[in-house]
């Protein structure tokens, strides 16, 4: 079965940290970008940041430029995001998901497989 | 940024209703433009990818159309499976961006 399970989701007090992970199974992780999206308590979604197959390009919303890091380790089929700084409006769902395959050096943006998510709660 | 415009925000509908949500881009995105289905709870699932097509699975009450800025997606025919919230997310340009939502409730 094709599948995403993330971890490392808790609560953590204003400018704490925080690493998530994100464990697929069910495919070839190495084939694929991930993006981690969020969704806050009662709000819709936002698209947080990806990574590119091989690491070598990632890509941040302007929110988190500087505060969060995206990673992976595709031999423990593993996608990490690793929260510095953490504010309250960080509060949300964590969500990863697989975008969809389209070739070595395209950008596909088609979120087709999604984990379960982790609740990241920041407050004091 | 290219920001994702969903109206309207919430709607009452019955079992058997036609629904149509509309999604406008901020700029032109082609067709590159995506649908999800959510339900309180879980994580979205996609319904329709690259404006018109079924993602496999799907059932075919659902439709999308569209291109340019100005997109749609239509439940022929409500089941009650389908109370959910919707959401289209364009493709075009990374960084990704999600409208915010759409909420279809029982009348």
């Known amino acids: 079965e094709v599948q995403l399970v993330e971890s490392g989701g808790g609560l953590v007090q204003p400018g704490g940290s925080l690493r998530l992970s994100c464990t697929a199974s069910?495919?070839?992780?190495?084939?694929?970008?991930i993006s981690w999206v969020r969704q806050a308590p009662g709000k819709g979604l936002e698209w947080v940041a990806n990574?590119?197959?091989?690491?070598?390009?990632?890509y941040y919303v302007d929110s988190v430029k500087g505060r969060f890091t995206i990673s992976r380790d595709n031999a423990k089929k593993s996608l990490y995001l690793q929260m510095d700084s953490l504010r309250a409006e960080d509060t949300a769902v964590y969500y990863c998901a697989r975008e969809s395959y389209c070739g070595v050096n395209c950008f596909s943006g088609l979120f087709d497989v999604w984990g379960q998510g982790t609740l990241v709660a920041v407050s004091s | 940024d290219i920001q994702m415009t969903q109206s309207p925000s919430s709607l009452s509908a019955s079992v058997g209703d036609r629904v149509t949500i509309t999604c406008r881009a901020s700029?032109?995105?082609?067709?590159?433009l995506n649908w999800y289905q959510q339900k309180p709870g879980k994580a979205p699932n996609l319904l329709i990818y690259?404006?018109?097509s079924l993602q496999s699975g799907v059932p075919s009450r659902f439709s999308g159309s569209g291109s340019g800025t100005n997109f749609s997606l239509t439940i022929s025919s409500l089941q009650p499976e389908d109370f959910a919230t919707y959401y289209c997310?364009?493709?075009?340009?990374?960084?990704?961006?999600f409208g915010q939502g759409t909420k279809v409730e029982v009348k």
């Open positions: 990574i590119k197959q091989d690491g070598s390009e990632k």
């Open positions: 997310q364009q493709r075009y340009s990374m960084l990704w961006t």
């Open positions: 690259t404006a018109s």
């Open positions: 700029q032109s995105i082609s067709s590159y």
């Open positions: 069910g495919f070839t992780l190495s084939s694929y970008w």
